[in-house]
């Protein structure tokens, strides 16, 4: 209860932070009757092999299709999930979908597709991480040679000992490691050798800053060769043109995911494009 006091500013102030904690509410009300409603959508972005153009990957994206306010992105709502922990439920209806919809894009033919999927620190810390997602990937009997979890860099500094545990148990399952917004972090290098790393993928800010002879391409450049030298794949996020895939292909950067091959998509959007690529390499 704030006392409004003469003074303007403060009642305004004070009104606008409590419409800000009703919307907040709000929302932490909708999201945990869109995990009952299951109104989350998992979008899939392809991976693409820059010399072939050939889709060797799919990232799961998620989306909530809001009953009124339409298609969300998860810069609205992944952050509320975190803080309020709804992220754990949130993963799982993600998990399960992912690996319904790739299981069986990968029983039908595409047997190499990997899955791509993000995972939040919260999600990372968790003393029971492993274990709760091999148990939702052995219920789906989904290969985990072709999963790849992708983590941020500040999952890796928060706590190396623990984490690298973690990693090690899942790369001895076959689980693929990829670094997300790889060179965005505050964390030394010092991790690659010490973790058992399988991908790093550039940011796309690097991306959009590379113009040939000019810093952004240098950083890129630098990323791609530390990367062939360590011998990790490597991933450019964000391409967008032709001139930006031409120059990572240049630099001997293999796989590239953007806008260029195409944005996030439903899963009957990518059924479709899958079938197209089997149809053209299969005899007629
Ligand atoms: P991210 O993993 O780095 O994903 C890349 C983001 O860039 C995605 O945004 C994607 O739609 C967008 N993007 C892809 N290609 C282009 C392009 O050419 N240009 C531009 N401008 N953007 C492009 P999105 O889907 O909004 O996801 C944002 C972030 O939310 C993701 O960043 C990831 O960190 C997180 N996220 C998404 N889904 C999940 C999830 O299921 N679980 C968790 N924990 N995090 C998720
Ligand atoms: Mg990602
Ligand atoms: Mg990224
Ligand atoms: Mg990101």
């Known amino acids: 209860h704030v006392k409004a006091r003469g003074k303007d500013g403060y009642r305004f102030y004070s009104e606008t932070m409590s419409i ?5 509410l709000n929302l932490e009300r909708d999201l945990r009757l869109a ?52 992220i754990g439920q949130l993963s799982e209806q993600v998990l399960d979908q992912a690996f319904q919809d790739v299981g069986h894009w990968i029983r039908s033919g595409h047997g190499d597709l990997r899955l791509a999927v993000n995972l939040s620190p919260v999600q990372v810390e ?7 997602l091999m148990q939702r990937v052995q219920a789906h009997n989904f290969p985990a040679g072709n ?41 030394s290098l010092n991790y690659l050798h010490r973790l058992p ?3 790093l993928k550039v940011d796309q800010s690097f991306v959009k800053g590379m113009r040939s002879g000019e810093d952004g391409a240098c950083i890129v450049n630098a ?27 240049s630099l001997g950067c293999h ?7 195409g944005p996030a998509e439903p899963a009957a959007r990518i059924a479709v494009t899958l079938e197209q690529t089997l ?3 299969t005899p007629a």
């Open 35 to 86: 995990l009952e409603r299951n109104e989350l959508r998992v979008f899939y972005q392809p991976q693409v092999c820059s010399s072939d153009n050939r889709i060797v990957g799919l990232e799961a994206l998620v989306r909530w299709q809001h009953p009124e306010r339409g298609l969300l992105f998860p810069r609205d709502f992944l952050p509320l999930a975190e803080e309020t922990r709804l």
């Open 197 to 199: 790393i399988h991908t």
């Open 279 to 281: 149809a053209s390499v």
């Open 223 to 249: 990323i791609v060769a530390m990367a062939h030298g360590l011998k990790l794949e490597i991933v450019a996020e964000g391409v967008e043109t032709d001139q930006q895939l031409t120059y990572l292909r």
């Open 20 to 24: 800000d904690s009703a919307n907040r």
């Open 126 to 132: 968790h003393p029971k991480f492993v274990e709760t």
């Open 255 to 261: 796989q590239v995911q953007g806008f260029f091959y």
């Open 147 to 187: 999963l790849e979890i992708e983590i941020t860099e500040n999952v890796i500094m928060n706590d190396l000992d623990q984490i690298s545990q973690k990693l090690r148990e899942l790369a001895a399952l076959g689980v693929r490691i990829a670094i997300d917004d790889f060179g965005t972090g505050y964390s």
